[in-house]
């Protein structure tokens, strides 16, 4: 008697990605918008942890994303993509490629959610009390390394890099990132961070 096989079930990777919905309309690549944003996610991601860039890879690892993300060259270019970038690479992200990147920058900020709630609750203290942020150690470290992963990657000459040329300026710029990636922790997350990447180029 000839027994059939049981119907292959969808991957991990198809799974986790075709849970992220896309509105109606939506070009198959990322905007330049979602690019950026996607990038200086994980930009803030690697000022809070100082293995970011190997724990990106390990979680697409973890994730059965390796279809996706090829391995460190690969994502390095899906990164330069961000056309501020000193050394962007004007290629394609695919949606495939963006919602990957979506779902590791959430599964990461979900492992520093702690660490990302102290943060925010010391800086709206500092606030709160008329305080510098140098008064608070942990965040302080946390911004100079933003400032300087920032400076040495983004193209001084663009203009959009030029808005943030001053310290305040890009300390406000990496507060704003946390408060993202906080957001990123909650339910439905990756979702959510998702679909927002996409806000005003939806009528």
Not at 76 to 94: A, D, E, G, T, V
Request: glycine fraction near 4%; charge should be neutral.
């Amino acid at each position: 008697m000839q027994v059939q096989s049981p119907p292959a079930t969808q991957s991990n990777r198809l799974q986790l990605i075709n849970q992220l919905s896309t509105p109606d309309g939506i070009p198959s690549e990322c905007s330049r918008r979602a690019k950026t944003q996607i990038d200086l996610l994980l930009l803030a991601i690697e000022a809070l942890d100082l293995g970011g860039a190997e724990a990106m890879l390990a979680s697409a690892k973890e994730l059965d994303l390796e279809e996706v993300i090829r391995g460190r060259v690969n994502l390095w270019l899906l990164r330069s993509s961000n056309p501020l970038r000193r050394f962007s690479q004007r290629q394609p992200m695919s949606q495939d490629e963006g919602k990957a990147l979506v779902l590791i920058t959430c599964f990461l900020a979900r492992r520093l959610t702690v660490l990302i709630r102290q943060l925010l609750l010391g800086y709206q203290q500092l606030e709160d009390q008329g305080l510098s942020l140098d008064h608070h150690f942990r965040l302080s470290d946390y911004l100079a390394r933003f400032r300087s992963h920032f400076r040495a990657r983004m193209n001084a000459k663009r203009s959009a890099v030029i808005a943030y040329s001053s310290d305040e300026k890009l300390n406000e710029l990496a507060i704003e990132l946390l408060t993202k990636l906080l957001f990123c922790t909650g339910t439905n997350g990756a979702d959510r961070l998702w679909m927002s990447l996409f806000d005003g180029e939806v009528s």
